[in-house]
């Protein structure tokens, strides 16, 4: 059969241009394109195959309309919806990529099935002519759930795909921002709208809502919705374009809207016209059945029967009696004019109506394709319109926007193409006084300005050439400096390494000085002698007597030594030496009974001699801790590697390290006044913390004059903080230069002297610690200011 087009079919087939154009563009320029705009291939594609099934059911009244419908309409939007969710995904960034490689999955499945019980469900279903849709398609109505299930399945699984693609785009709509959030937005609305005539169209499937209401959103919407998302996409600044394309494209698309909406109202007032035609009709027949004529006279009709008496008035196809058995029940609505089907050929499709006359119940029923036929005339001028629309366009372009818009923007770029490959003596000729001739002139002012900066440049170029070679004399100089510091960096590890090697003897002095102290046997009062108490009493006595004069120190210890040979006692010499070492330098007359028995002086030379080794192992246990500080100050000082977590510390334990370790250095006649009040405990790193002590102590021993040099060291517990006061009298710092003592490689020392890095590394350790540093300084006093919180704090 030819194809009669209906008044749907201008709509489809403008939309086939339309989508085919965008398609074939894109396609064209796929290699350009960016990941999201190549995934728009697939919906453009699955878009244009659906508005070609529609134009096709839309043009042709025959029965296998049906299987385009089912077969080929009904995958495609399914196709589209699924590849239109893994686009949104992917839209602007693949934010979620577990979520869209699964959701790709199931949506896949589900379009799958449903095409599956769409397919299967249409050979259950009788071929109808559907009155509300004008064109064959399987039947809509069943009370079977299995038929229901299948009419469903297509609009049902694609309200799910799009609303869960739908949440994915929510969830990115609030996460971007911006053009991203804009452009997200876009693509939502767009979405919506899909999502909404889907939902329309179960309405329609269960009977809820109007099929030419929904057929008209359809048509309309989908040819808005098109529109705003190709003029969208071509304006985007990832897809590659000319402007005469993005022209050409505006004006073709901006023309089919504007077409689609003057087609609107001219179908609608067709259709409405050739209503009342019908209407007349059946007003005439009327008027002549009541003025007794048995055979009207018609124009459009083609059968007239008389539903009472069962017989036929006008029967131009010479149809059967068998049909009006198919009336004899018919009630008599009286309504206006509708769309029934008699049999499977379209030629026993009709428009009919009810009316009485003369008390008589009459059917009337006029020929559908001769509608169809005046209809298909009135599409075919508004597709010519449309292609001769274009065909002008297409035409006119070198005239309308080539010269005047096309070709002077060449231009401009061609001047600024020659700019950017260094010519700056390019001119670019105005031939118009619009704003691309306000852009030309403002491009040759610019060209202008751009060549006398050129100038400019060259001269600055050549200050900076002598300015840079002074800054590299500045940067040797400061490569010395950094030389330096390696080198005391170095020497930091070797110093730690040699402080652990020290370390270990160290605890092994250490630990024998313990075992022999726990392997002393001084006994218990219970188990000791009346001897032993004695000689412990007067070993103690004399403990912290003071010594007597230098000149009658001689004549004392003469005496003992007779003494003790009066005694008989071996080596009395040796033993007088040793009590006068000890401030022993007479013998009371009290403990002269220890020496009348070889017992008794057996039991005072032992106790002596344990004296004697306690006394030298307290010497040896003093030396062994002032040596393993000032190692720990060593080890710490020179310590440069990672950092351990934050420990609670005490700061007067790192200070009297510091301390410790320079004790033997101070300069001469330098007096260290070192209080403390309180024990403040901190959160810190000990290593850092002996790095700020060494260099403010070291610095200040430095500062300090010759003669009368005094150090004053203040450690202060107070509600929040630990206060550290570190002033010294010497000279003091100059006023200039007093701002920049924290700078890196600031220094006023000789080369070689210093690194300039001490006090920027002191600040910068302050500040990890959540404190702060402030000095103060005149000629005579420089007083450096340490807060560090408390750990309690």
Not at 103 to 115: K, N, P, Q
Not at 745 to 767: A, N, R
Request: charged share 20%.
């Amino acid at each position: 059969m030819a194809p009669l087009l209906n008044l749907y079919s201008f709509f489809y087939f403008g939309l086939c241009l339309v989508s085919g154009i965008a398609f074939a563009y894109f396609m064209s320029r796929k290699e350009d394109l960016t990941p999201t705009f190549r995934g728009l291939l697939i919906p453009l594609a699955c878009l244009f195959i659906w508005s070609v099934a529609w134009s096709i059911c839309n043009s042709f009244v025959a029965p296998w309309t049906a299987y385009v419908f089912v077969f080929l309409k009904n995958p495609a939007i399914l196709i589209m919806g699924v590849s239109t969710s893994h686009l949104a995904f992917g839209f602007q960034e693949n934010g979620f990529p577990r979520w869209k490689a699964w959701s790709l999955r199931i949506h896949i499945l589900l379009a799958a099935l449903a095409i599956l019980a769409n397919g299967t469900g249409f050979f259950f279903r009788e071929i109808q002519f559907d009155p509300k849709m004008e064109f064959y398609v399987p039947n809509q109505h069943s009370s079977s759930h299995i038929v229901q299930l299948s009419i469903l399945s297509i609009a049902g699984v694609l309200c799910l795909i799009l609303g869960h693609t739908i949440l994915a785009l929510t969830v990115k709509f609030f996460k971007f921002q911006g053009s991203k959030k804009r452009n997200t937005g876009g693509f939502l609305l767009a979405i919506l709208g899909i999502i909404s005539l889907a939902f329309a169209d179960i309405l329609v499937d269960l009977n809820y809502f109007s099929k030419p209401t929904f057929l008209f959103l359809l048509t309309n919407l989908t040819v808005i919705i098109m529109t705003i998302l190709v003029l969208v996409s071509l304006n985007q600044e990832t897809i590659p374009s000319t402007v005469g394309f993005k022209i050409m494209t505006f004006n073709l698309t901006v023309l089919y809207l504007i077409l689609s909406i003057v087609a609107n109202f001219l179908f609608n007032r067709f259709r409405a016209d050739f209503q009342n035609e019908m209407s007349r009709e059946k007003h005439s027949i009327k008027t002549q059945l009541e003025l007794g004529s048995t055979y009207p006279f018609v124009y459009l009709t083609e059968l007239v029967i008389d539903i009472q008496n069962q017989n036929f008035r006008i029967n131009k196809t010479d149809h059967t009696a068998e049909i009006i058995k198919k009336f004899q029940d018919r009630p008599a609505t009286f309504e206006s004019f509708k769309l029934e089907s008699f049999s499977s050929d379209p030629n026993g499709i009709y428009w009919t109506s009810d009316f009485h006359a003369k008390n008589h119940h009459f059917f009337i029923a006029i020929p559908y394709i001769e509608y169809r036929n005046t209809v298909h005339q009135t599409v075919v001028w508004l597709i010519v319109t449309l292609l001769f629309s274009l065909f002008t366009i297409f035409m006119l372009y070198p005239v309308l926007h080539k010269t005047s818009i096309v070709y002077p923007l060449t231009r401009l770029l061609a001047g600024i193409r020659k700019m950017q490959a260094g010519d700056l003596f390019v001119t670019v000729k105005v031939s118009s006084r619009d704003e691309i001739g306000e852009l030309s002139n403002s491009f040759n002012e610019m060209i202008s300005i751009v060549r006398d900066a050129r100038l400019q440049l060259e001269q600055k170029i050549e200050e900076r050439t002598l300015s840079l070679n002074q800054t590299i004399l500045e940067l040797k100089e400061t490569q010395e400096q950094l030389l330096q510091a390696e080198r005391m960096s170095t020497l930091g590890k070797i110093a730690a390494s040699v402080a652990h090697e020290i370390n270990n003897p160290l605890a092994a002095i250490k630990g024998s000085v313990q075992f022999i102290k726990d392997g002393q046997s001084f006994g218990t009062n219970q188990n000791k002698s009346a001897n032993d108490l004695l000689a412990e009493k007067f070993i103690a006595e004399f403990k912290d007597q003071k010594r007597s004069e230098v000149t009658s120190r001689f004549k004392r210890k003469k005496e003992l030594i007779a003494f003790f040979k009066s005694k008989s006692i071996p080596d009395p010499i040796s033993l007088a030496d040793t009590c006068f070492d000890f401030k022993m330098e007479v013998v009371p007359e009290a403990y002269q009974q220890l020496f009348d028995t070889e017992e008794g002086k057996l039991t005072f030379q032992s106790q002596l001699n344990e004296f004697v080794i306690g006394f030298h192992l307290g010497i040896i246990e003093t030396a062994v801790e002032r040596a393993s500080k000032i190692v720990f100050a060593l080890k710490h000082h020179s310590y440069s590697g990672p950092k351990e977590s934050q420990k609670l510390l005490s700061l007067k334990e790192g200070i009297d390290s510091v301390l410790s370790m320079y004790s033997t250095s101070w300069k001469q006649n330098i007096e260290i006044d070192w209080k403390v009040e309180g024990d403040p405990v901190i959160l810190g790193h000990a290593d850092e913390l002996v790095q700020v002590w060494t260099n403010l102590i070291y610095n200040s021993i430095q500062a300090c004059p010759k003669e009368g040099g005094k150090i004053r060291i203040l450690l202060k517990d107070e509600q929040t903080e630990a206060l550290v006061l570190i002033e010294d009298n010497g000279k003091g710092i100059p006023e200039e230069i007093l701002p920049r003592i924290f700078e890196p490689f600031f220094t006023t020392k000789e080369l070689g002297m210093g690194t300039g890095l001490g006090l920027s590394i002191v600040q910068k350790i302050i500040e990890n610690h959540n404190g702060n540093i402030h000095v103060e300084s005149e000629p005579g006093k420089t007083l450096f200011t340490i807060r560090i919180p408390l750990a309690k704090s």
